[in-house]
């Protein structure tokens, strides 16, 4: 096979607008979580507090995540995508006065705290429409034959937001507190809304307009389920990512174990998106198609492996570097599931494949968050990140041993079939 253009989804206009969008919104979004972490646990000064943060997100997110796929199918992706920032923006702007200290200090501490999940939980609802809408939307953008390259970009631009957000949002709070640090927020939800306006309003590809929503969510949920390249993929991504959540635990590692500060806060924040950011921009140039099961298997493992040297570390400098190697790891993770997803998944059922892949692995991180935080308050911070890391490695060993064709999984095949329907 001849070798391929690693920047040929960037030669189309709309791709590049899509990545600006992509990359604001997660950047945006990923800043705001860093930023409600500290200042709830400043409040608090109690690591289930975070995990409630995680599990206030996650409740709503899975909860809507069918029947938003179902509406994202039968529904304009661009205009879907406009309600969702701008529900964001209202949420930002919620929380942006919730950390005014003139707007709240007349409200008792447990007010004011009970007022932030609310708009979490509320977040939540936004989000399980936003991750299906923008996966949906890649495929409109660009050619058939450029999925796999265009899902490896908008995984690196995913990345580089969540590299700059935490490490922003770190630094941020340290210069100019939480409540600017939200103002800054609300203007990154701004800047993707008015890009987002330079994009062509898409067909809509679904066939079965006004099919009934149990019917469509049942034929999502199917597919699915029989795609055993799509469920081995999203399967192994979700237990590592639930048990493996040690970065909902980094404000207790900052603030107490390592006692970095914010500063330091953002770093550590920052290093494990790093390592998954440079492994993402190099897979632009090194394919991961070939014996692509074995490399996820073994991305996986590498990435526990990471988690348990990040709990028992008491060196921040050998903690940012075994979060920056987990980063890497978790950077080819998400190429491959990505490339799976792009390549496995007909246009008319994107946006349901898209939500059941949310409920698995975009919402684990959240209850990884509330895991974690669980069982740091039963057995101890540092404990519990081991505990996690290993089960990681369990899960992994015995995927690896009893799925034998996950295992052997082979993309190349079906990136040339991708080829020859573009012709």
Not at 315 to 323: D, P, Y
């Amino acid at each position: 096979m001849k070798q391929k253009d690693p920047y040929g989804a960037l030669r189309y206009k709309e791709f590049n607008i899509f990545l600006l969008v992509r990359f604001a919104m997660v950047f945006a979004w990923s800043m705001q979580f860093i930023v409600i972490e500290w200042e709830v646990y400043s409040i608090t000064k109690n690591p289930l507090s975070l995990g409630i943060i995680g599990l206030m997100e996650v409740v709503p997110a899975v909860s809507m995540a069918l029947f938003a796929g179902h509406i994202v199918d039968q529904s304009e992706k661009k205009s879907l995508l406009i309600k969702c920032i701008l529900g964001f923006s209202v949420i930002s702007f919620g929380l942006f006065l919730l950390t005014w200290p003139k707007v709240v200090e007349g409200y008792a501490t447990q007010t004011v705290l009970y007022a932030i999940y609310f708009l979490v939980f509320l977040g939540g609802f936004v989000r399980s429409f936003l991750g299906p809408t923008i996966f949906s939307l890649l495929s409109l953008v660009v050619p058939k034959k450029l999925y796999p390259n265009a899902a490896t970009w908008s995984s690196s631009v995913w990345q580089m937001g969540a590299v700059l957000g935490p490490a922003l949002a770190g630094f941020s709070i340290h210069l100019i507190g939480v409540h600017w640090s939200m103002c800054l927020i609300v203007g990154f939800a701004v800047t993707a809304l008015l890009a987002l306006t330079q994009i062509e309003t898409k067909p809509i590809l679904n066939p079965k307009i006004g099919e009934p929503v149990m019917q469509s969510l049942k034929e999502g949920v199917k597919f699915v389920f029989n795609t055993k390249a799509i469920l081995g993929a999203i399967t192994l991504d979700m237990v590592a990512v639930l048990f493996g959540g040690a970065v909902a635990l980094l404000p207790v590692f900052a603030q107490d174990i390592l006692k970095v500060g914010p500063q330091g806060f953002g770093v550590l924040r920052a290093a494990p998106a790093v390592g998954a950011f440079l492994t993402m921009l190099i897979s632009a140039y090194v394919p991961l198609n070939k014996n692509a099961g074995m490399k996820l298997l073994i991305a996986v493992f590498g990435f526990g492996l990471s988690i348990i040297a990040f709990g028992l570390s008491t060196w921040f400098w050998v903690s940012v570097i075994a979060l920056f190697f987990s980063g890497v790891f978790d950077g080819i993770s998400m190429v491959i599931r990505q490339t799976i997803l792009q390549l496995k998944t007909p246009d008319h059922m994107r946006g349901r494949v898209a939500s059941v892949n949310s409920m698995f692995v975009g919402s684990s991180n959240e209850l990884g968050a509330f895991e974690s935080g669980l069982t740091a308050k039963l057995m101890g911070t540092v404990t519990a990140v081991v505990f996690g890391g290993s089960m990681t490695l369990l899960i992994v060993l015995t995927t690896g041993i009893f799925s034998p064709t996950f295992r052997k999984l082979d993309l190349r095949k079906d990136m040339e079939e991708h080829e020859n329907d573009s012709k």
